[in-house]
């Protein structure tokens, strides 16, 4: 009895670790990664002001941005934007919701490990308008053991030392840093698929699509009310 109703919920853990795996995966799972685009992306540029604010507006949708620095005209010389942001725990396979959120390795390794991303984009002048480049560096959080590890948690002493007891922290132990894991190449894409569609494939809202296209008939100009 005992031995069946253990093989019953193995059977449930298998079963909701797979449809997590498919919903996290999504349609995905069937279709090949999407084209890479360059990174720094060149990008038109007709009106700096609105140029600029969708490079912003685009980045915020996935951090917290402290610092932005924008292009300017300096005499004759145009200076270099720089948007700096937050440091981010990953979104892990449970946050769906979240922007930031990639498929495959990186957000199996955000559930499985403290993993914090910190972005820095930099924008150039260029025969084009603009060229920007998204940099994404993603970090280790280091701890000296594993967090709720039990492991050397309670050791007697048999010399005879007296031992007083300490205050300790609640909440989990003291992080002693983070270590470098290079760049998530996968959330930059993402970024720059994002202001590539907003550059490139601005569509009119429906409102003035319908002004357009009365617009269009050969002597007729008209307003929609």
Avoid at 88 to 93: K, Q, R, Y
């Amino acid at each position: 009895m005992e031995r069946s109703n253990r093989v019953r919920i193995s059977n449930i853990v298998y079963l909701f670790t797979g449809a997590l795996i498919l919903a996290s995966s999504g349609c995905s799972l069937f279709r090949g990664p999407p084209p890479q685009l360059p990174n720094p992306l060149e990008i038109p540029v007709s009106d700096q002001e609105f140029a600029w604010n969708q490079i912003v507006d685009t980045v915020d949708d996935y951090f917290d941005i402290s610092h932005e620095n924008r292009v300017r005209v300096i005499g004759n010389v145009m200076t270099e934007g720089h948007i700096e942001t937050r440091p981010e725990i990953g979104a892990t396979v449970f946050e769906l919701w979240r922007k930031d959120r990639t498929r495959g390795f990186q957000v199996w390794q955000n559930t499985f490990q403290t993993m914090r991303r910190q972005a820095e984009v930099r924008v150039s002048p260029s025969s084009v308008g603009y060229g920007v480049q998204v940099i994404v560096r993603k970090e280790l959080e280091d701890l000296a053991r594993p967090e709720a590890a039990m492991v050397g948690g309670v050791v007697q002493r048999y010399d005879g030392t007296l031992v007083r007891p300490q205050d300790k922290k609640i909440g989990g132990q003291l992080a002693l840093g983070w270590i470098p894991q290079g760049r998530d190449i996968e959330l930059e894409q993402k970024i720059l698929r994002d202001l590539y569609a907003r550059m490139y494939d601005v569509v009119p809202p429906p409102q003035m699509m319908k002004i357009k296209k009365r617009n269009s008939i050969p002597g007729r100009r008209v307003l929609d009310e």
